[in-house]
C-alpha cells in the first residue's frame, strides 16, 4: 500500500476502503456519490497528510452523502489517466461511478465547501482534458503528397501518457 504512517491510521480509524483495479468497479456501483482520496507520493508531496485529515471532515462535512475510498498506490496512474487530474494529493467526485469533478492539493475549508457543493450539483459528465500548465504543443502540420492539403500526424501516444508513463509529477 505504501501510504504514510497518518494516512493509514485515518483509513484504519475512519474504515476507509482500498480501492484497486480488482475492486474499484464494485464499489462504485454500490456506494452513490464517492469521494476518492489519490494520495501520491507521501515522501515527497507534504499535502498527502493534510489531504488524510481532510478526507474525514468533508465526508462528515456532507452528513453522510459522501462514501469516501482511498486508491491503492500502484493503481494511481491508472486513475489519473481515467480521471484527468493534474496532481497529487487529489479528490474525484463520482456518482454511481460517473465523474462529477475533482480537486487537487490542498485548499482552504471554504474553497472546498463552495467547490464541493458546486461538483455534487452537477450531472455525471466526461472528465476534462488534462491541462499541463505552460506547456503547449503545437501539432505539427505536413503537407499531403498528392492534393496538398495540411495533415496533423496521429501521435502513437498523447503527451499525457508519455509524462504518465515517466513518471512526472504532477500530471
Not at 69 to 83: I, T
Not at 94 to 101: A, I, S, T, V
Request: net charge negative; hydrophobic share 40%; with cysteine.
Amino acid at each position: 500500500m505504501d501510504f504514510s504512517p497518518l494516512t493509514t491510521s485515518i483509513i484504519e480509524r475512519e474504515q476507509i476502503a482500498i480501492l484497486n483495479e480488482d475492486n474499484m468497479a464494485d464499489f462504485l456501483a454500490e456506494n452513490g456519490d464517492v469521494i476518492l482520496m489519490i494520495c501520491g507520493d507521501h515522501e515527497r508531496l507534504m499535502e498527502v497528510n493534510d489531504a488524510a485529515v481532510i478526507l474525514p471532515e468533508l465526508v462528515k462535512a456532507s452528513n453522510g452523502l459522501l462514501t469516501p475510498a482511498v486508491v491503492e498506490r500502484g493503481f494511481e496512474r491508472d486513475v489519473q489517466r481515467r480521471y484527468r487530474f493534474s496532481s497529487f494529493p487529489s479528490f474525484v467526485f463520482l456518482r454511481d461511478g460517473g465523474y462529477l469533478g475533482s480537486l487537487s492539493r490542498v485548499l482552504d475549508w471554504s474553497d472546498y465547501i463552495t467547490e464541493i457543493n458546486a461538483i455534487l450539483a452537477k450531472e455525471p459528465s466526461e472528465p476534462p482534458a488534462f491541462k499541463i500548465r505552460g506547456f503547449e504543443t503545437p501539432a505539427k502540420i505536413e503537407t499531403g503528397a498528392t492534393n496538398g492539403t495540411a495533415v496533423a500526424p496521429k501521435p502513437e501516444k498523447s503527451m499525457t501518457d508519455r509524462l504518465i508513463e515517466e513518471g512526472a509529477d504532477n500530471v
